[in-house]
């Protein structure tokens, strides 16, 4: 893939953030389909980083519903980095943020 190419520093490949937000989107559009999404608050405390092109590594989003707003959800993304899955240093926090959903209006215009 031509952008991660642009993404090597030291012979590690560091994924592009971009991609971590294409998957908060997909999961955006699978939960919410009746509401208009907007991402708030991301922050990105580290870069999901590869030793090589062919090393895969297990992603995990977690999206809440927040019990204090309404139409408001947090989500964390985290990238599994050791060998214990069921250990809970084994992942690494790579996003979070909020998602704020608002209904979606139907505008009609007549002519």
Do not use: C
Not at 15 to 38: C, K, R, S, W, Y
Not at 42 to 63: C, F, G, H, M, N
Not at 80 to 94: A, C, E, I
């Amino acid at each position: 893939m031509p952008v991660i190419g642009d993404h090597v520093i030291n012979n590690f490949i560091i994924v592009p953030a971009m991609f971590d937000l294409g998957m908060l989107l997909e999961a955006q559009i699978h939960l919410t389909n009746e509401f208009v999404t907007v991402s708030k608050d991301v922050t990105i405390p580290s870069a999901l980083i590869l030793k090589t092109w062919d090393e895969s590594r297990a992603t995990q989003l977690i999206i809440k519903l927040d019990s204090q707003q309404a139409g408001v959800r947090s989500f964390d993304l985290f990238s599994y980095r050791h060998v214990d899955q069921t250990d809970s240093n084994s992942w690494q926090l790579n996003m979070g943020g909020k998602i704020i959903m608002e209904p979606k209006i139907d505008v009609y215009t007549h002519s």
